[in-house]
């Protein structure tokens, strides 16, 4: 979704990403809005060491270009850009970030997409500000950003170019976006305003609530297959395929299957069993060796199958565990 200008790099690295217990899916869906947070939390400190917050800031005034006239298309945080007032709303960036969006007037797609960005420059309360450029009016100013095709949008905050993209947007990217962009200057978007969890999320929750394993997997498959880069279905998907397995060796002896896992630790069968067990109680290490060594061995598609178990526990687990780090590198020695 974003472009990001080689410059600052750790505002970019932030923006752009917001345009990717073992059983537990409370904790995954935490790790993820943990990651989200703390891309925002980092941000802008490489160029930056003092930044007024961008919480609760105040509309453009005394100096500030014009909010839109009631009755156009515009609102309290929106403003009609021209090459007149644009200098005056990049001071303004300096406080808030700036949201420049171009668009064309003869373009009833272009018109919408400007509707959507207005009510969201509104329910952000002057957290971040829009600047609206017709392109043809405003040719210099389209032409010194750099467009690619209209509609698009370019963020700027003090002073600087912090992330940009063309063409249409869903409403949730566009809400991701937003609240990383505030988030990396140093502000809160208002409660509501902000990204909105896709309801099949929920739906999945409460079908693993009431034991319906399959019926969740549908629906993280299906929120996939929307969205590919969605911060919790895959990881999710991945643990209710542990829990799937763990349902169907329910009536195993785990001190069993461990015992016999270790006497015969090239068997590729029993090790996956054994090491979804172990995950599941924790014995995160002795899980994790257990794979390793089939990796080790010969087996080329043993070594496949152990591999992307590995790979498929590592998410479960997560990587604040240790022995997730060390079986990583262990992992990466075995292969190469």
Known sequence: ???PRP????QQAALSAAL???VDLSGLKARADAARSQAGQSALQADATEQPPASGAQPPSSGAPDAAPAGGQGGQYVVEVTEANLQQLIEQSMQVPVVLEF????ADQSQQYGDLLVRLADEGEGTWLLGRVEAESQMRVAQAMRLQGVPAVRAIFQGQMVAE?????????????LAELVRAAGGTLPEGAGPQEDPRVEQAEAAVADGDLDGAEALYRSLLADQPAHPLAKDALTQIQLMKRLETEGESDVDQVIAQADAAPADLDLALKAADLQVASGDYQQAFDRLLHIVRGTDADAKDRARERLIELFAIVGNAEPAVATARRNLASALF
Do not use: I
């Open 1 to 3: 979704m974003t472009r």
């Open 7 to 10: 410059r600052p790099q750790a």
């Open 20 to 22: 990717s217990g073992a």
């Open 103 to 106: 668009w064309l007037a003869n």
């Open 165 to 177: 993209f063309d063409g249409l947007q869903p409403e949730a990217n566009l809400r991701q976006f």
